[in-house]
């Protein structure tokens, strides 16, 4: 079984700044791509950052130049580095993994941190 667990938001003020990781753990053959969505109230979730094993990185156009998405594959961790908030970056963050288990079946399965919520706010 795989898990993942979420750390670092917070309340912070507009400007200010946040780091998300997302630590997975468990029966892991391989881990593929790594990223994070965000879903605010009354909104659809949206991609934030995604990075593949082959370490390009992905950022939706509202987040370029803020946030900045890093992975530390020894630890099984991705990171996002937050800078700048705006208060349109409120939302729940969820830290998203494509992950081959190591249960004999070698087929990659997608997994869902269980979100932390980021509240941008004087």
């Known amino acids: 079984q795989v898990q993942l667990v979420e750390s670092g938001g917070g309340l912070v003020q507009p400007g200010g700044s946040l780091r998300l990781s997302c630590a997975a753990s468990?029966?892991?053959?391989?881990?593929?791509?790594m990223g994070w969505y965000r879903q605010a109230p009354g909104k659809q979730r949206e991609l934030v950052a995604t990075?593949?094993?082959?370490?390009?990185?992905n950022y939706a156009d509202s987040v370029k130049g803020r946030f900045t998405i890093a992975r530390d594959n020894a630890k099984n961790t991705v990171h996002l580095q937050m800078n700048n908030l705006k208060p349109e970056d409120t939302a729940v963050y969820y830290c998203?993994?494509?992950?081959?288990?190591?249960?004999?079946?070698?087929?990659?399965?997608?997994?869902w941190g269980q979100g932390t919520q980021v509240t941008v706010s004087s």
């Open positions: 990075m593949p094993s082959g370490g390009s990185t």
């Open positions: 998203n993994t494509r992950i081959t288990p190591a249960d004999g079946s070698y087929r990659p399965v997608d997994y």
């Open positions: 468990g029966s892991i053959f391989s881990i593929h791509a």
